[in-house]
């Protein structure tokens, strides 16, 4: 009965490391994902604030595809010209 104990204690010492690990990887990944963005169209490097302008066009009530504009950059142009 004492090995059963002592497989559970083991297991709820697994649990709590996994648990940690998974919780100090999410935070280490947050610190180092890069706040730096490109425009896929133009390649102009964008600063937080400003965004990429998207539509969101729906092909049915499932399915949606996110159409990229561009950026304030390079959408402007192509409005303007
Ligand atoms: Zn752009």
């Not at 919780?23 to 133009?42: A, H, Q």
């Amino acid at each position: 009965m004492t090995e059963f104990i002592w497989f559970l204690y083991l297991l709820l010492i697994a649990g709590v490391m996994i648990a940690l690990v998974r919780v100090w990887g999410l935070s280490g990944s947050k610190k180092k994902r890069p706040l730096k963005r490109t425009c896929p169209l133009c390649g102009s490097t964008l600063t937080q604030n400003q965004s990429l302008l998207a539509s969101e066009i729906r092909k049915n009530q499932h399915e949606s595809e996110l159409k990229i504009k561009g950026c304030p950059y390079c959408y402007q142009r192509v409005t303007d010209g």
